[in-house]
């Protein structure tokens, strides 16, 4: 097994090697690393914005730009909450805690070296688990009737909403909606047009791009104009020299760094916890085990590490339930896997021997693209720092011919652009109703297929629904269903909180996950 | 004595609950949610809803309708037990009327100007409108800003990439 697995690498790295991949990937983690650096851009803004750049590519080409441009923006991000405290990303919230003291301090720079360093750890044991584990769990898949997909499913669109931050009821709400949002347009199997309400335009569904730009574009601008106040970047000079940590904070990191790798890892493979609870947990853990838990929060090396390996360890982890089953578990893939379907390629767990060059090229592309990030982000820095102070003045109104454009280039459809405003004062109606759409995105990219998967069930069964429990696989996903469930309204007639706190500062940043 | 004083409260809390209701987030969150939930139940029937072992194309949007209905009347009456004195406000504290007019206004200048005059108009006045939704914009800030997005924008989407969208016309398309 572990032999065919390295051919399979190897056959990837000759993939992602390719001079054009190789190039779209250094753009997709250049640009992703220079706009997820802008404070307020999350890696969801981020990647729906540069989404219609990758129209042109070939599929290979296409995802190993959008990957770089995640992990890009996830790093522009640590950048963002070290040197200015602003969370543009909810798992980097913990990292500010002991990052900008560290900063005030004048350290930031090695803070921000270290990060790099323990950014690329996390991700290669990430894509360790990645390599082994996905052919495993292809394999398992493979066997799966409609039965077994619809209730994957089903926990899959649970977890994803119901373990997100918020109202476990509202996340379910969300992906409901986002459900919805998926059955718009022309029926498959009958030709039926739903909720056009006559407009030609909506037969062939609602764009993904629009969606996204609308929920994480317009509604987020409407959310942060005039409130954005100027960023305070006082601090934040950083050299090149500044960034080599010494030989005692890297003593002192080896411990969290591995740490954070195995949190990072087992919050991927639960359904559902996300990078989010992966660097919450992190954090929770060093503090707990330090000898010194008191000195946490005036800039411990510890406490930025541990959460960033977690962090980018629980991102490549994520990819593993993404790539075989096709299923995403928070609204970053679900925009990957869009992005895939745009290109004409059905997620599932067909993908990895139906296009063996999109998986192990991206597989081998994340080693490349980690590497480049570090060799981008040492020389860069200055010019990341300057980025930092761009007033959100210039900012927005930038965005905003890039939401236009983008949402054009889709379709060549300016129809699309109107449908985009009309989401975007959807969503940030939602937004103030305290909801979180990331989970929209979730539901919507999953809805046609579980539509199509559940009409296949009832079917083979001759509309017994008796099938979801009857078949063992299926049985035990429902049943994991019902735990999640049980779990949530548990927790809620205890009246206890969830172990998750909110730092303070991550609540007006709450809607850029 | 403590009897009177519990029932004291207990109105107080029904007098609370009547008033308060309508001024609670969640109840809003939940009202919207059933009407989005109404509207995919009552109208989905009319796709034809079929049986479980056929499925019409109208059976998935009933059943998610009946379900978000079901959500929307857990949040709203989640809305009774929550914490006075939380921010509870549907608008913002300091609404940014003239700012989201600007934001929104943004994309529909792109389309007006795009389709009858190309990609630079439509760049220049999507930009620069959204620029002025900024309170301490001014409109030569916004004009520059305007220009140098124009300038790179229509290099990157016309000549890189290749929009097939004319640089300009006059009521072209």
């Not at chain 1, 200055?382 to 109104?397: A, M, S």
């Not at chain 2, 916004?142 to 124009?150: N, R």
Request: one cysteine or more.
């Amino acid at each position: 097994m572990i032999s065919t697995a390295l051919t399979d690498l190897w056959y990837g790295f000759g993939v992602a090697l390719e001079p054009h991949n190789i190039m779209w990937c250094f753009i997709g983690v250049l640009v992703g690393n220079m706009v997820g650096v802008l404070p307020g851009m999350g890696p969801l803004a981020t990647i729906s914005i540069l989404l219609p750049l990758t129209f042109g590519i070939k599929p290979v080409g296409a995802i190993l730009m959008l990957a770089g441009v995640m992990y890009g923006a996830q790093y522009g991000g640590a950048i963002c909450s070290i040197l200015l405290n602003l969370p543009c990303h909810p798992p980097h919230a913990v990292t500010c805690l002991d990052g900008f003291p560290l900063t005030k301090q004048g350290k930031g720079g090695v803070a921000l070296g270290l990060t790099v360093i323990c950014s690329f750890v996390g991700a290669s044991w990430g894509i360790t688990e990645m390599i082994f584990l996905a052919p495993v769990l292809v394999e398992v898949a493979l066997q799966f009737g409609p039965a077994e997909i619809c209730s994957l499913m089903l926990l899959g669109l649970l977890a994803g909403s119901t373990l997100a931050r918020g109202s476990p009821v509202k996340g379910v709400a969300m992906t409901v909606l986002g459900l919805m949002l998926g059955i718009v347009g022309t029926d498959l199997e009958t030709g039926a047009e739903r909720f056009t309400f006559g407009m030609t335009h909506l037969d062939d569904g609602i764009e993904l791009i629009a969606l996204a730009l609308g929920l994480f574009g317009i509604a987020e601008f409407m959310n942060s104009v005039n409130q954005v106040s100027l960023v305070n970047a006082k601090y934040a000079k950083v050299r090149l020299r500044d960034m080599r940590p010494s030989k005692a904070e890297i003593k002192r990191s080896i411990g969290p760094m591995f740490r954070g790798t195995i949190i990072g890892s087992l919050c991927a493979l639960i359904p559902g916890t996300g990078p989010t609870i992966a660097s919450f947990v992190a954090y929770a853990t060093e503090k707990k085990i330090s000898k010194t838990p008191e000195k946490f929060g005036t800039g411990m090396i510890e406490g930025v590490v541990c959460p960033e390996t977690a962090t980018h360890s629980s991102v490549q982890g994520d990819f593993i339930p993404t790539m075989s089953l096709g299923i995403p578990g928070d609204a970053v893939m679900a925009l990957l896997l869009g992005a895939l379907m745009i290109q004409g390629i059905v997620p599932g767990p067909q993908l990895i021997k139906e296009h063996p060059d999109i998986f192990w090229g991206l597989v081998a592309s994340f080693w490349i693209g980690n590497i480049m990030l570090v060799l981008l982000n040492v020389p860069l820095i200055g010019i990341w720092v300057k980025l930092l102070t761009i007033p959100y003045k210039y900012l927005f109104p930038s965005a905003m011919f890039f939401v236009c454009i983008g949402v054009y280039a889709a379709n060549n459809d300016m129809f699309q652009v109107g449908e985009t405003v009309v989401i975007g004062i959807l969503g940030y109606i939602l937004l103030r109703l305290g909801f979180h759409p990331a989970p929209i995105l979730l539901g919507f990219v999953l809805g046609p297929r579980f539509e199509e998967n559940f009409r296949r069930a009832m079917l083979i069964s001759r509309g017994d629904l008796a099938v979801f429990v009857e078949r063992p696989i299926s049985a035990v996903f429902v049943f994991l269903c019902v735990l999640l469930i049980g779990l949530q309204v548990y927790v809620r007639l205890r009246g206890t909180k969830p172990p998750i706190e909110v730092p303070t500062g991550l609540e007006s940043m709450e809607s850029a996950e | 004595m403590e009897e009177n004083l519990r029932t004291h409260q207990h109105r107080a809390r029904i007098h609370a609950l009547g008033h308060g209701l309508l001024r609670k987030r969640d109840f809003y969150a939940g009202a919207l949610m059933i009407l989005f939930g109404l509207v995919m139940a009552l109208k989905g029937p009319g796709y034809r809803t079929g049986t479980l072992m056929h499925m019409g194309p109208g059976f998935l949007p009933t059943a998610l309708g009946v379900i978000l209905v079901g959500l929307g009347i857990a949040i709203a009456a989640s809305a009774t037990t929550a914490a006075e004195g939380e921010d509870e406000g549907i608008l913002p504290e300091h609404p940014e009327w003239w700012g989201w007019a600007c934001i929104l206004a943004s994309p529909l200048a792109f389309i007006l100007f795009g389709t009858f005059g190309g990609l630079i108009p439509a760049t220049f006045m999507c930009v620069f409108v959204a620029a002025m939704g900024d309170r301490t914009a001014t409109l030569k800030g916004s004009a520059v800003l305007s220009s140098i997005i124009t300038f790179f924008g229509v290099g990157l989407f016309h000549y890189v990439l290749q929009v097939p969208m004319p640089i300009l016309t006059w009521r072209g398309m």
